[in-house]
């Protein structure tokens, strides 16, 4: 990856969590659904071995909380050393590292990447995939979210990369997914096992926003 470029958004997700902007403490209800419906039943491994889960881009740790320590070890990743700082104070169970070699270095059985990897330039994206394909043991599974076009606001001209412009997350880039998008960015490495959309509409019926999650199987 870009090595300036890199930087520009560590700094940016870094002033975002100094902001308070995603201290988020509860853990993502549609992860717990994608885990319990779609995976764990299906997740091969020796009795009395503890599983072991890549939180990718996990911010304040938050989907840490799903997994006990006693039956997993959870390790979080995330370019932000803010939110790596709050993710260990709030989850000492749990290990937190903002060293990408140090998350590349070990082997998954199941990895996470919830509202993180449309949270990056498209390449990098990409290439982050491509990472957590080859830190999953053979077969392992891979539970994501990925916010739909459909989502796009106005005031960005239907683009499907921005950079944000709001105080909330300010100056990093979001990405949105149409289905097509989504397969570029999956296959052939992964197995789609489960795939829905939820969409948030206020009280008007206009859409907020919707948001892709998806359970995968490595290939
Ligand atoms: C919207 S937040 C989601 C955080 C967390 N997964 C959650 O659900 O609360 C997006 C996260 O992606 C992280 N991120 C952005 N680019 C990244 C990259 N290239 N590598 C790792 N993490 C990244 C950000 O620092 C941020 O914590």
């Given at each position: 990856m870009d090595k300036q470029k890199n930087e520009n958004f560590k700094q940016a997700w870094d002033s975002s969590y100094d902001n308070g902007d995603n201290n988020l403490r509860y853990p993502s209800e549609e992860v717990v659904r994608c885990f319990y419906k779609s995976v764990k039943s299906r997740m091969n491994h020796e009795s009395g071995e503890k599983l072991s889960v890549l939180d990718f881009?996990?911010?304040?740790?938050?989907?840490?909380?799903?997994?006990?320590s006693n039956d997993y070890d959870v390790i979080g990743y995330d370019i932000s050393t803010s939110a790596i700082n709050m993710a260990s104070k709030n989850y000492p169970d749990h290990f937190f590292t903002a060293n990408e070699k140090e998350f590349m270095s070990r082997k998954y059985h199941l990895a996470i990447a919830d509202s993180s990897?449309?949270?990056?330039p498209w390449l990098d994206a990409v290439t982050s995939v491509t990472n957590i394909y080859s830190t999953l043991h053979k077969n392992g599974f891979f539970i994501l979210s990925l916010i739909e076009s459909?989502?796009?606001?106005?005031e960005y001209n239907g683009m499907n990369d921005i950079l944000i412009?709001?105080?909330?997350?300010?100056n990093t880039m979001q990405i949105y997914f149409d289905w097509v998008r989504i397969e570029r960015l999956l296959l052939p490495m992964f197995e789609i096992v489960s795939a829905y959309k939820v969409v948030h509409k206020d009280s008007n019926e206009d859409l907020l926003f919707s948001r892709w999650y998806l359970s995968c199987r490595a290939n």
């Open positions: 881009g996990c911010g304040a740790g938050r989907n840490s909380l799903i997994f006990d990897l449309d949270s990056m459909d989502s796009k606001q106005k412009k709001d105080d909330f997350e300010k």
